[in-house]
């Protein structure tokens, strides 16, 4: 059986990539696409409404902007879709609260990276957390390309969390931006660069005194984010409604 699905922002980075996975499998038919720009796609099934992109659609697959997906998100209501699997990243903590109400409604699988690895890292990063204690500096460095809009990254926030849990906290409280003079004691850091064509870099540094325990992951092409959403789409599709992780996807 196939699994239709509809790309919003699909004449994006993330919407190429996601339209060369699919389109090569045949477990996928994608039925729609949105753009701001239809006629450049210059094909019929993509279109500016995100309601009339889902109409066909069993899973809505969203890398775009957080207004629109939080728009999309509420098209959906009017739609079969059953599910939607959002990777946009930047959310402030109100649009947070919209994703939340969203999922009382629909599956969503939401996550700040969809590749294996980086699920994987903050796994490994919580433990580390947990393990070390709060004798050793939290520093989370991230490095993209130079069109990237947010800062920091989804997945730097994705790891600060992570390690925030394993600390028992949240990052919220633990949070430390960019800053001049002494490291206040206990935060989680983040330094962010940007430049070029880098896809995503990523690691976190437990710092002692004496010694540095650090943990990273380097995508290399966008298609692993594809692949990693085109599985969460596969198996939300049956899933009842509620906000997923790719936690809950790969079963960790
Ligand atoms: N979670 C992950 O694994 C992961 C991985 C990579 C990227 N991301 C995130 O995914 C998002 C997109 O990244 P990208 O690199 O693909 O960006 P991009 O190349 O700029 O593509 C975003 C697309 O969103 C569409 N869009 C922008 N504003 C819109 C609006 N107001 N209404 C409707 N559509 C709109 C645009 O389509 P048109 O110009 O055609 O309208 C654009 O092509 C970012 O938040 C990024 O951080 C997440």
Do not use: C
């Given at each position: 059986?196939?699994?239709?699905?509809?790309?919003?922002?699909?004449?994006?980075?993330?919407?190429g990539?996601?339209?060369?996975?699919?389109g090569?499998?045949?477990?996928?038919?994608i039925?729609g696409?949105?753009?701001?720009?239809?006629?450049?796609?210059?094909?019929?099934?993509?279109?500016?409404?995100?309601?009339?992109?889902?109409?066909?659609?069993?899973?809505?697959?969203?890398?775009?902007?957080?207004?629109?997906?939080?728009?999309?998100?509420?098209?959906?209501?009017t739609?079969?879709?059953?599910?939607?699997?959002?990777?946009?990243?930047?959310?402030?903590l109100?649009q947070?609260?919209?994703i939340?109400?969203?999922?009382q409604?629909?599956?969503?699988?939401?996550?700040?990276?969809?590749?294996?690895?980086?699920?994987?890292?903050?796994?490994?990063?919580?433990?580390?957390?947990?393990?070390?204690?709060?004798?050793?500096?939290?520093?989370?460095?991230?490095?993209?390309?130079?069109r990237?809009?947010?800062?920091p990254?989804?997945?730097?926030?994705l790891?600060?969390?992570?390690?925030?849990?394993?600390?028992?906290?949240h990052?919220?409280?633990?949070?430390?931006?960019?800053?001049?003079?002494?490291r206040?004691?206990g935060?989680?850091?983040?330094?962010v660069?940007?430049?070029?064509?880098?896809?995503?870099?990523?690691?976190?540094?437990?710092?002692?005194?004496?010694?540095?325990?650090?943990?990273?992951?380097?995508?290399?092409?966008?298609?692993?984010?594809?692949?990693?959403?085109l599985?969460?789409?596969?198996?939300?599709a049956?899933?009842?409604?509620?906000?997923?992780?790719?936690?809950?996807?790969?079963?960790l």
């Amino acid at each position: 059986m196939t699994l239709s699905i509809a790309i919003a922002g699909i004449r994006g980075r993330m919407g190429g990539a996601l339209m060369r996975a699919a389109g090569d499998d045949p477990r996928f038919d994608i039925v729609g696409g949105t753009s701001r720009n239809p006629a450049a796609a210059g094909d019929a099934a993509v279109v500016k409404d995100a309601g009339v992109a889902a109409a066909k659609a069993d899973v809505w697959i969203d890398f775009t902007t957080p207004q629109a997906s939080l728009a999309a998100l509420d098209a959906l209501t009017t739609t079969r879709a059953r599910a939607a699997i959002i990777g946009t990243t930047g959310f402030t903590l109100d649009q947070d609260r919209a994703i939340s109400t969203a999922a009382q409604r629909v599956a969503i699988v939401r996550s700040g990276n969809f590749s294996v690895g980086v699920t994987l890292l903050a796994e490994f990063v919580r433990a580390a957390a947990a393990k070390l204690g709060p004798a050793w500096d939290i520093e989370i460095f991230e490095a993209h390309h130079r069109r990237k809009v947010d800062a920091p990254s989804g997945t730097a926030l994705l790891l600060g969390e992570a390690a925030a849990e394993g600390r028992g906290n949240h990052l919220a409280e633990l949070r430390l931006d960019a800053r001049q003079g002494a490291r206040p004691e206990g935060g989680i850091g983040f330094a962010v660069a940007r430049g070029g064509g880098i896809v995503g870099q990523h690691a976190v540094s437990f710092a002692a005194e004496r010694e540095v325990l650090t943990l990273s992951h380097q995508a290399l092409d966008r298609a692993v984010f594809a692949d990693g959403a085109l599985a969460a789409a596969l198996w939300a599709a049956d899933k009842p409604p509620g906000l997923y992780s790719m936690r809950d996807v790969l079963g960790l």
